[in-house]
């Protein structure tokens, strides 16, 4: 079964290998690069899970996040966030912010995969 997968990364590199892993295991990508952007097309789309950056211009993805599960329409989507962020501290704070996990950039394809099959 295909699965919808909303990655979000305002960076044109990581946004491009995370859809190319995603894309290779099988699953349908839609993009965006801001927590706004990433917001509305939760709403709109309502992914199966949801890949986010943290540090973002606009609004950065822990922010979109509490949107995102906030909302009744799409607070069961599963976030994953992958970030340059991955201290102790910093995977504690996005369970707080509702994060289902946090990958650490730079991250493997096996670990992206692992995540889906845990999330999906």
Do not use: M, Y
């Given at each position: 079964m295909n699965n919808k997968i909303l990655i979000v990364d305002d960076s044109k590199p990581d946004l491009?290998?995370?859809?190319a892993i995603v894309m290779n295991a099988g699953h349908e990508v839609v993009t965006a690069i801001s927590g706004q952007e990433a917001i509305d097309k939760a709403i709109s789309i309502?992914?199966?899970l949801i890949f986010m950056d943290v540090i973002m211009e606009d609004k950065d993805g822990f922010e979109?996040?509490?949107?995102?599960?906030s909302n009744k329409i799409t607070?069961?989507?599963p976030i994953i966030f992958v970030t340059g962020k991955s201290q102790?501290?910093?995977?504690?704070?996005?369970?707080?912010?509702?994060?289902?996990?946090?990958?650490?950039?730079?991250?493997?394809?096996?670990?992206?995969i692992t995540e889906m099959g845990k999330h999906l």
């Open positions: 491009e290998s995370l859809k309502h992914p199966d979109a996040c509490r949107e995102i599960i607070k069961n989507i102790k501290a910093d995977r504690i704070w996005a369970e707080l912010q509702g994060g289902k996990a946090l990958v650490g950039k730079p991250f493997t394809p096996d670990q992206i």
